[in-house]
């Protein structure tokens, strides 16, 4: 599968954004895709994650409540939508899926190691 992000752009703090991963392939349904972002100088890391299936949610704590994935298989598309944005959110956002014959287990989709599909990334840049 290939993945394609977009979305970012300049925002002011307390703004909202939403990213779209959008992926070729007919069967984007049966993977599990995550968002991870890596500010300048910074390692990467995981942002939010979501399940192949009924699509269950995980966030990190740094995100959560503000920030809300989510997918749309008919459109081969996953989102992240972003509110309450605030500076330290600026960073360069990915989109990553796993191996669907391998999967994921719920514990692991912070790890980047898990996943074998990568997007270009898309940058965010939140002003003060």
């Known amino acids: 599968v290939q993945l394609q992000a977009s979305g970012g752009g300049l925002v002011q703090a307390g703004g909202s954004l939403r990213l779209s991963c959008a992926a070729s392939g007919r069967t984007f349904s049966t993977y599990a895709v995550a968002w991870f972002r890596q500010a300048p100088g910074k390692e990467r890391e995981f942002v939010a994650g979501?399940?192949?299936?009924?699509?269950?949610?995980y966030y990190a704590n740094t995100v959560k409540g503000r920030f809300t994935i989510s997918r749309d298989n008919a459109k081969n598309t996953v989102y992240l939508q972003m509110n309450s944005l605030k500076p330290e959110d600026t960073a360069v956002y990915y989109c990553a899926a796993d191996d669907p014959g391998v999967g994921i287990y719920y514990s692991d989709y912070s790890r980047q190691l898990k996943y074998d599909y990568w997007g270009q990334g898309t940058e965010l840049t939140v002003s003060s």
């Open positions: 979501i399940s192949r299936g009924v699509g269950s949610t």
